[in-house]
């Protein structure tokens, strides 16, 4: 296998989350970087990308816009409804010669999933495989930038957590994970990115002690479920059981149910020097 690194990326899916890190990280590092949009999206991007719009479910079209720009990584940074279009998108990185998938993860553990996003995530890394796509997994846990929805502290004035909060959860700054995902894309030989998982965290702390960092602004309050007042309780509450179970852990074995053999935070290794955020700096508290 080639040690030469790589450099020529297409982005799919960039919000203002993730997405958006991860190429302006890449960008930094003289990386070529396009972005595929669907027809409909007026998004701003930074200086330097070139906007291709496309139909992601339409594999000709895709594949021949990854063909034109030689893309060597695909990176899809996808979520909900639209984690759908990443088996088409894998079909047309395959037809196209793409040499590595990086499939949209950027949260907990998925291996082994069968419901709900992390099901769908697997799935396309399961399918990724079958076709003979090497693909790079990155698991990061939660960002801290989401702590406050999931506690619901702007909707509440409280910081609530279902159960415990006992449970250690990986945390994970936005621009972090661009800078990270960036480093390993440019500087890493293939070998060691292809058909691998990488378990990431900038901090390791239970809800609770990510709790107390905001204590002037919203107590903590123990609670058994989010008032169903608060938008989107039903998520809130579904990914506070899951860190409550330990599956906030980039270290989770789903298959087991506990703390694999592969320690979260394991990766940060290939990021020498390399200084993660705490959630207290990320969020200025």
């Keep these: 296998m080639s040690t030469s690194t790589y450099k020529l990326f297409a982005v799919a899916g960039v919000g203002e989350t993730v997405g958006l890190t991860i190429v302006k990280s890449l960008l930094a590092r003289g990386a070529s970087v396009i972005v595929l949009t669907r027809p409909s999206s007026n998004k701003v991007l930074p200086q330097g990308v070139e906007v291709v719009q496309v139909d992601y479910a339409d594999i000709s079209t895709v594949t021949d816009a990854l063909k034109e720009h030689s893309i060597e990584v695909l990176i899809s940074t996808l979520s909900g409804e639209g984690?759908?279009?990443?088996?088409?998108?894998?079909?047309?990185?395959?037809?196209?010669?793409?040499?590595?998938?990086?499939?949209s993860e950027f949260g907990a553990p998925t291996e082994g999933a069968q419901e709900w996003m992390w099901g769908a995530k697997n799935k396309t890394a399961v399918?990724?495989?079958?076709?003979?796509?090497?693909?790079l997994r990155l698991y990061t846990g939660l960002f801290p930038e989401?702590?406050?929805?999931?506690?619901?502290?702007?909707?509440?004035?409280?910081?609530?957590?279902?159960?415990?909060?006992?449970?250690?959860?990986?945390?994970?700054?936005l621009a972090d994970i661009g800078e990270y995902l960036a480093y390993?894309?440019?500087?890493?030989?293939?070998?060691?990115?292809?058909?691998?998982i990488l378990r990431i965290e900038g901090q390791r702390s239970t809800m609770r002690e990510i709790g107390a960092l905001f204590a002037e602004k919203a107590p903590i309050e123990h609670v058994d479920n989010i008032p169903s007042s608060v938008p989107f309780a039903h998520m809130r509450e579904f990914l506070q059981m899951k860190f409550e179970m330990g599956a906030?852990?980039?270290?989770?074995d789903i298959s087991t149910g506990k703390e694999g053999s592969e320690p979260a935070g394991g990766a940060n290794?290939?990021?020498?020097?390399?200084?993660?955020?705490?959630?207290?700096?990320t969020l200025g508290l």
């Design 83 to 103: 984690l759908a279009a990443q088996i088409p998108l894998a079909d047309a990185a395959k037809a196209a010669g793409v040499q590595l998938y990086v499939p």
């Design 248 to 252: 906030g852990s980039t270290g989770w």
């Design 127 to 135: 399918y990724s495989k079958s076709i003979g796509l090497p693909s």
């Design 269 to 281: 290794e290939l990021y020498p020097g390399f200084k993660f955020k705490t959630v207290q700096e």
């Design 184 to 196: 390993v894309l440019t500087t890493l030989p293939p070998d060691q990115l292809h058909d691998k």
């Design 146 to 173: 989401y702590v406050s929805l999931i506690t619901a502290v702007a909707e509440t004035g409280r910081f609530l957590i279902v159960g415990k909060g006992e449970a250690p959860v990986s945390f994970t700054a």
